[in-house]
């Protein structure tokens, strides 16, 4: 098919496959760019979905992630400290509240949280939802269904739990836990009552077909919110010294991510900051939300630098899937 009939019949309620999916990936990268951004419209409008992270506990994870600054296998100078308390963890929601942002999350190092520390994070959700009109989000490694029904109750709406890659790729970047683990945490999550965003790390080595095959699982997990991170290499882990990846890399990802799943928000997340734009070319190529201010151990892009350029780009925020 032409592009524009690959944009008609997406259009129409197609759903490319993995075949068409491939085809899409070495179109002419304006063309494709063009017509993802043409679908966002249709399906998503001006949405854009904005939302900020806190490290709400930092390091020493028992994990082996390759790309992550936090694991305890790898010597990176990350900052390492418990859980933090209610008071700061609400004090940087209502900040964030305040300069507009929709979407609030706490993330968490380590493969799971304890029962003392879920019992924690209830704590400071509520303290967050208090205090604030903010959505509260939570990043809490593999939890089970009990779990998450205890932080649904105290005020949290989403969770968030990357697949990273591909089913195949995935061993490449992690043995200390299962593909199989994520979509089980992803489910139970689910059958809580809580959303997902769920999406991955591109630039680890993996292919085009890896990208799309992650993106595949998502799509028959019911995933509407899909964060990707551009692999920031961190001196001090095996992912060192891989290259960036380029504006036009991340620009063809993005909008093939779209023909996949129209209706998606996908979050540009870690690693927009090394982008010589910051990845403004991403949100006219499909993409239409986005992690502002800082990251876990990186520094990001402030929220004000972000609502002002998507002012420029007749983006509206508000909260899509």
């Given at each position: 098919?032409?592009?524009?009939?690959?944009?008609?019949?997406?259009?129409?309620?197609?759903?490319?496959?993995?075949?068409?999916?491939?085809?899409?990936?070495?179109?002419?990268?304006?063309?494709?760019?063009?017509?993802?951004?043409?679908?966002?419209?249709?399906?998503?409008?001006?949405?854009?979905?904005?939302?900020?992270?806190?490290?709400?506990?930092?390091?020493?994870?028992?994990?082996?992630?390759?790309?992550?600054?936090?694991?305890?296998?790898?010597?990176?100078?990350?900052?390492e400290y418990p859980m933090l308390d209610a008071d700061t963890i609400a004090a940087q929601a209502k900040r964030d509240d305040e300069r507009g942002v929709l979407r609030f999350s706490l993330v968490t190092s380590g493969k799971r949280l304890t029962p003392a520390e879920v019992e924690q994070e209830c704590a400071s959700i509520r303290a967050v939802r208090e205090q604030t009109g903010i959505a509260v989000c939570i990043s809490n490694g593999l939890l089970d269904e009990a779990s998450y029904r205890k932080l649904k109750e105290a005020g949290a709406t989403r969770v968030h739990n990357n697949l990273e890659s591909s089913r195949q790729f995935f061993p490449s970047v992690c043995t200390t836990h299962t593909f199989d683990e994520k979509c089980a945490a992803i489910r139970a999550a689910q059958a809580a009552g809580l959303s997902v965003c769920s999406g991955g790390i591109v630039g680890m080595g993996e292919t085009m077909e890896d990208r799309i095959d992650m993106v595949l699982e998502l799509r028959e997990l019911g995933v509407h919110s899909i964060p990707v991170n551009m692999l920031n290499p961190i001196p001090g882990t095996p992912y060192e010294t891989l290259p960036k990846l380029t504006n036009d890399d991340m620009c063809r990802i993005v909008a093939v991510f779209r023909f996949l799943i129209p209706d998606a928000s996908i979050r540009l997340a870690g690693g927009r900051g090394?982008?010589?734009?910051?990845?403004?070319?991403c949100f006219c190529s499909g993409a239409n939300a986005a992690i502002s201010g800082d990251m876990l151990t990186t520094s990001g892009i402030t929220v004000e630098t972000d609502m002002a350029m998507l002012r420029e780009l007749g983006y509206e925020p508000r909260l899509c899937h």
């Open positions: 098919m032409t592009m524009q009939e690959y944009k008609n019949y997406v259009g129409q309620g197609g759903m490319i496959s993995r075949a068409q999916a491939l085809e899409l990936a070495v179109m002419s990268l304006e063309e494709l760019c063009t017509a993802a951004d043409e679908i966002r419209r249709q399906f998503c409008g001006n949405g854009f979905d904005i939302c900020t992270i806190i490290n709400a506990k930092s390091g020493k994870c028992s994990e082996n992630c390759k790309f992550c600054a936090q694991s305890a296998h790898y010597h990176t100078g990350a900052e090394l982008l010589p734009d910051k990845g403004r070319a």
